[in-house]
Each structure stands twice: as C-alpha cells, then as structure tokens.
C-alpha cells in the first residue's frame, strides 16, 4: 500500500500531465482553429465547427478532460487534508484553476455556446450573427481556458517540487 505523500505524488504528476494536455488543446483552438474557420464563409465555418464538436468528444479526449478534472478533485481534498505538508496551498489553487478554469468554463460557457450552434440553421441569414456572436464569445472563453490550465499545470509542477524538498 502506498503512504499518503507517494499517492500525492503520483496524482498530482498525472493531473500536472493532464492540465497541460488540455492548455495544448485550448491553446491550439485560440490560436489556429478559430481563427481558421472565421476566415471561412459564415456556413461552412458553422459546419466545420459542428464537425468538431462532435469529433472532439471520444474518449481519449473525454479521459483527459475529465480525468484531469478527478484527479484535480481528489488533489483539493487532499491539500486541505494534508494542509501542513510543502505545497499544499499551490497544490489546492492549482487543483482549483484546472476544475474553474477548464471544467467549469466549459460546462458554463462553452458547451451551451456549442449547443446553440448545432441548434442554428447554417442558411438562415440570422445565423451569421450569430456565428459572428460565437467565434468571439467563445473564443475569449477558451483564452480563460487556456490561460487557467497553463496555471493549473505550473502550480502543480512547483506544488511537486516543493513536496520533495
């Protein structure tokens, strides 16, 4: 059986691992992906990002995202508990930014955004507004994404450090 600290480090190595998984994937759709399909005609953008959307939830994906998002869960639980150990704050605010950042973004913003869109008609006029509305909006959701799981996955590097000090 493994003593508390191994276990502590051993999850937080995993779930430093997945933060920066995800910071990669953000990273990539504010810098490239996005932009990309605003540079299409409102429809086929539309489409295209409907193709990504449902492409993007397999579960290799899903184990990383949420994975990440459990181990984070389990990494806050244990940082109060273990309060006194070296790092326990960065280990808890980096668990932190990872669940806000990335899953709670996600769920609050980007995926009622991605429902919208797969909601909308790619030929009525009223939906390049509308594709117009979400190449912004959730692009400046995935920067707050992207930034948090950049943070999460530092501070749980540093909180790691520290743990073997």
């Known amino acids: 059986m493994i003593n508390m600290e191994t276990f502590r480090l051993i999850v937080s190595f995993f779930a430093a691992t997945g933060a920066g998984l995800m910071a990669g994937i953000f990273f990539i759709f504010s810098n490239t992906i996005m932009r990309s399909l605003g540079k299409l005609p409102p429809a086929d953008g539309m489409a295209a990002m409907r193709s990504v959307n449902s492409t993007i939830v397999n579960p290799f994906f899903l184990l990383i995202f949420l994975g990440t998002g459990f181990l984070c869960a389990a990494l806050v ?41 797969e909601a909308a008609s790619l030929n009525d006029p009223s939906s390049i507004s509308l594709w117009q509305d979400y190449l912004a909006r959730w692009t400046m959701w995935n920067h707050v994404r992207t930034g948090l799981s950049i943070v999460s996955t530092a501070l749980v590097i540093v909180s790691i450090w520290l743990q073997k000090e």
Request: overall charge neutral.
């Open 77 to 117: 639980i244990v940082s109060i508990t273990k309060w006194d150990s070296p790092g326990s704050a960065l280990l808890l605010a980096g668990a932190a930014a990872y669940l806000l950042g990335s899953i709670l973004v996600t769920m609050v913003f980007n995926v009622p955004m991605n429902n919208a869109l």
